[in-house]
C-alpha cells in the first residue's frame, strides 16, 4: 500500500509539531527541525519517537 500524499496536509511530528515531508524514495518522513525520520509501514507513518531515526544534517539537507 502507497502512502498517501495528502495525508502530508494534516500530519504533524509528534515531537514538536512541525511540519513533515516525504522523503525521496518515499518510505520515511521527515522532521527538519528535530533531525527525525519516521519510517512509513505498509502505507501507515509510525509517528512514535522512540521508533524515529535521528538523521545527520546532511541527511536532512538531502531531503530538499
Do not use: H, W, Y
Request: with cysteine.
Amino acid at each position: 500500500m502507497a502512502f498517501d500524499k495528502k495525508l502530508l496536509e494534516v500530519l504533524a511530528c509528534p515531537v514538536c509539531k512541525g511540519k513533515l515531508v516525504l522523503n525521496e524514495d518515499m518510505t520515511q518522513l521527515v522532521c527538519r527541525f528535530d533531525r527525525l525520520a519516521f519510517d512509513i509501514k505498509d502505507g501507515i507513518p509510525v509517528l512514535i519517537e522512540s521508533k524515529a531515526t535521528a538523521l545527520s544534517l546532511d541527511e536532512v539537507d538531502a531531503t530538499r
